[in-house]
T-cell receptor
């Protein structure tokens, strides 16, 4: 079975721009979670989607948004980028997310200049 | 709220040494507990997990036991190898309405020298 894939792997943007990251979960997995990883804050939960519905959200500003499609693929969008948004963005998938193992993709490294 | 505390690193060991990375947690209810490992430039890989008290997770020589009385999930390995050098994260999922949310510790950098 193919693992979780994320595209692109690397991105460089400038302040004020917006960015869209994509995540394809493991086949059959319906839950996708997103995390931000930075040296200062560690791994922080952004949001979770299941069957195209956002079920849970972390403490991030409204500039961070996401969606999920009927094939379970998910995208996250960050608008009006700030320098502090530079991070590794990880997505993870699981069957239903009810305390199950989450399987992570390789991440998208975003650099905001 | 829920939280995970890991021992501060970095941890530096010689090959074949014994490894312990401490992890304690705060959570309501009955969380599931996980150890993930991250190699340079990669995402997180599940190392092991435990879903209820007294469960022992094990994989690739690593072990951790879910201790509810001490709210701990310490990672151990009897003999580390250079290839074990990585960052290790302890995490919990609190269940209930915590859909898809893992709460992570700050990570422990492990370096193993030949």
């Amino acid at each position: 079975k193919a693992g979780v894939t994320q595209t692109p792997r690397y991105l460089i943007k400038t302040r004020g721009q917006q960015v869209t990251l994509s995540c394809s979960p493991i086949s059959g997995h319906r839950s996708v979670s997103w995390y931000q990883q930075t040296p200062g804050q560690g791994l922080q939960f952004l949001f979770e989607y299941f069957s195209e519905t956002q079920r849970n959200k972390g403490n991030f500003p409204g500039r961070f948004s996401g969606r999920q499609f009927s094939n379970s693929r998910s995208e996250m969008n960050v608008s009006t980028l700030e320098l502090g948004d530079s991070a590794l963005y990880l997505c993870a998938s699981s069957l239903t997310s009810l305390q199950e193992t989450q399987y992570f993709g390789p991440g998208t490294r975003l650099l905001v200049l | 709220g829920n939280s995970v505390t890991q021992m501060e690193g970095p941890v530096t060991l010689s090959e074949e040494a014994f490894l312990t990375i401490n992890c304690t947690y705060t959570a309501t209810g009955y969380p599931s507990l996980f150890w993930y490992v991250q190699y340079p430039g990669e995402g997180l890989q599940l190392l092991l997990k435990a879903t209820k008290a007294d469960d022992k997770g094990s994989n690739k020589g690593f072990e951790a036991t879910y201790r509810k009385e001490t709210t701990s999930f310490h990672l151990e390995k009897g003999s580390v190898q250079v290839s074990d050098s990585a960052v290790y994260f302890c995490a919990l999922n609190a269940g209930g309405t915590s859909y898809g949310k893992l709460t992570f510790g700050q990570g422990t950098i492990l370096t193993v020298h030949p």
